[in-house]
């Protein structure tokens, strides 16, 4: 059963048409990666789907609802949570505090506690720097934090944007380690990256966006095999 | 340590005080210096001749006799600036955008207040009251010019800002400067209708215009009291507590969490299941029912209020935020004491130090001239340019 489906979908910024008609599922369960070069669109989705901007035509159903006029702070409450580009940590709010306005919604102070550890324990490195501003991290830790603060939300639908950016290779493996680790508790990943060889190594499935249109969909292991993915986006020629 | 302090509470109101403390102290400290050594320095020139031939008195005695009220003056004058800084300085840190605005809010909030005392005193309920009544009336008209503010800095924002806000930013400062004159008029035309003339008076009663004397000093042929005006002390305490109490929201509440989260990155706060226009909103709030309590306190201790009342003050006010470091609300405390203590002090001594030659009517120069120097040599002002944070 599918948990959010993109039914032709396009979107401006202003007169911009980046995205031009696309469709998208994700069942439950899974890891869907959207790759593409920069500029192709895909951060531009998660935007999309995440309410940050609305599509101007085409339909978003998540959960079997339409959310496509709903407001971010609306759509983060029926557990889809996005992790955006560039992390968006709260530089002079302390990773404490980060996380917690990561639970804004959740009132019950016990549960806070609880998912903090959660976090603690994915990120050990993160209580070390409870105290710290979230701006005196290093981009890995502020990756971690901001996958952290995601989290708090206790999500259904996790996207992420980009996490290996800017991330020694070592720290993205770590990253990408998790990622698979939450999926395995159950969480569903909407994961959008460059680093397509790294994308695909975990997902189940992915789509390809070029310039805003998806010009293959397919499962994780077809599109590693497929050569002209392979040509653009893996690397190997 | 450091993790014990912030699990306890008790530090975010003790900061806040400690920041009150050291600014007065501080500003008051600074500029006593700075008079006292001009007076000494004065009194070996014509200037210190004249007034001993003239009152038999040193500059020097004059200056500390007059000290004590001087500074308390400064004070007073310096907690409403900071009151009415603190909305300019919060609703920039959550929009970038100057709310020229608010000197109306205050104007409002002191009109209501002022208005609600007058009517109250028609009916004769002031003259007969017992001293904790007159202060349960007067924290009464607190109360409603904060509400009617706060009521009205929501609305603009609603009306005349969030409709603006994928604008270019000088629309919304365009509209913001139209929403102060047509409030100024909306003021002036609801008092001529109602009541027939602009100008009103603060209703006397309690023991507000008192002294509370703490002896006496002979000076030349005459004797002077020294003492501190009991209004003083009200708006300085009642100042005191809201600044602390603002403080206490922002830093140390979910809601003040929130609101230093869209300050910093109104996307992502966004995506936190924060509602920005909620907390832009509250920010809007908050600014309005501090200006409208600096705008009855005003009204208390200069007694007369005009329509065009929150000009000159709100502009002052203006002037400490961006001197604290706009967006910085510490920043807008020392400001708005910076600003007070310096025009109280030109406006009590420059007389004197001068032989009358500029009177106390040219004490807004040193506002003004502070302004443009800090845009020229410190533009992200005294505490740094910082959204509404933590100090």
Redesign the interface.
């Known amino acids: 059963m599918s948990l959010l489906t993109l039914e032709n979908v396009h979107s401006y910024y202003g007169r911009i048409h980046a995205l031009k008609g696309i469709n998208v599922e994700v069942a439950e369960g899974e890891i869907v990666t959207l790759i593409g070069s920069n500029g192709a669109g895909k951060s531009t989705a998660l935007r999309t789907i ?3 901007m609305h599509p101007k035509v085409g339909r978003i159903i998540y959960d079997g609802k339409d959310i496509s006029k709903k ?3 609306d759509i ?2 029926s557990g889809m ?2 992790v ?1 580009e560039g992390r ?1 940590i ?4 302390t990773v404490k ?1 980060n996380l ?3 639970a ?2 959740v009132r019950d102070s016990r549960l806070i506690e609880e998912r903090m550890e959660y976090g603690f324990s994915l990120f050990p490195r993160l209580r070390e720097r409870v ?1 710290q501003h979230g701006g005196t991290l290093s981009g890995g830790e502020q990756q971690m934090l901001a996958i952290a ?1 995601g989290l708090m ?1 206790e999500p259904r639908l996790l996207m992420l944007d980009e996490p290996s950016m800017g991330l020694a290779p070592i720290l993205v493996e770590l990253i990408f380690d998790i990622v698979k680790e939450l999926n395995e508790r159950g969480i569903t990943i909407l994961l959008v990256e460059q680093n397509a060889l790294m994308a695909l190594s975990i997902a189940h499935r992915g789509y390809v966006l070029q310039t805003g249109e998806i010009t293959v969909g397919d499962t994780a292991i077809n599109l590693r095999n497929n050569t002209a993915v392979q040509e653009a986006y893996l690397g190997i020629s | 340590m450091n993790r014990l302090l912030r699990s306890i509470n008790v530090t975010e109101l003790l900061r806040p005080l400690g920041h009150v403390l050291a600014f007065s102290c501080g500003s008051a400290a600074l500029m006593s210096l700075i008079a006292v050594s001009l007076a000494l320095v004065l009194d070996r020139t014509v200037v210190g001749a004249d007034l001993l031939d003239r009152y038999n008195v040193t500059l020097f005695t004059y200056t500390m006799v007059n000290l004590p009220q001087v500074v308390i003056d400064g004070l007073t004058i310096g907690f409403v600036y900071a009151a009415i800084a603190l909305g300019y300085t919060m609703v920039y840190g959550v929009l970038e955008f100057i709310n020229f605005a608010h000197s109306e809010i205050f104007a409002v909030g002191a009109f209501v207040g002022v208005e609600l005392l007058i009517a109250l005193d028609a009916t004769g309920i002031l003259a007969g009251a017992s001293l904790v009544m007159a202060y349960a009336y007067l924290i009464l008209a607190i109360l409603f010019g904060m509400i009617a503010a706060g009521a009205l800095a929501v609305t603009v924002e609603r009306v005349a800002y969030r409709p603006l806000r994928g604008a270019s930013r000088l629309v919304p400062l365009i509209s913001a400067i139209g929403v102060s004159f047509l409030l100024q008029d909306i003021i002036r035309l609801v008092e001529s209708l109602t009541t027939g003339q602009f100008n009103r008076i603060m209703p006397t009663f309690g023991n507000f215009d008192g002294r509370i004397i703490f002896g006496k000093l002979a000076m030349g042929n005459s004797t002077i009291t020294l003492g501190i005006a009991i209004k003083s002390i009200i708006v300085i305490v009642a100042a005191v507590v809201m600044l602390v109490g603002l403080n206490y929201l922002v830093n140390a509440t979910r809601i003040g969490k929130a609101i230093r989260a869209v300050a910093q990155d109104r996307k992502t706060a966004s995506l936190m299941g924060i509602n920005v226009n909620k907390i832009i909103s509250l920010t809007f709030l908050v600014g309005g029912l501090l200006g409208g309590a600096a705008g009855v306190l005003y009204a208390l201790k200069f007694t007369r209020i005009d329509p065009f009342v929150g000009f000159f003050p709100g502009l002052k006010a203006f002037t400490a935020a961006v001197l604290g470091g706009i967006g910085n609300m510490t920043g807008a405390l020392l400001g708005g004491l910076v600003i007070g203590m310096l025009e109280t002090f030109a406006g009590s001594y420059m007389g004197v130090f001068t032989m009358g030659a500029l009177g106390s009517e040219y004490k807004d120069i040193f506002a003004f001239s502070i302004l443009i120097l800090v845009l020229i040599f410190r533009p992200q002002g005294l505490m740094g340019k910082h959204v509404v944070q933590k100090a």
Not at chain 1, 90 to 93: K, Q
Request: hydrophobic content about 35%; cysteine-free; proline content about 12%.
């Open positions: 995440s309410g940050m407001e971010p702070h983060v409450l949570v996005h955006p968006g709260f530089p002079t709010l505090e917690e306005m990561g804004f919604t105290n603060r939300m």
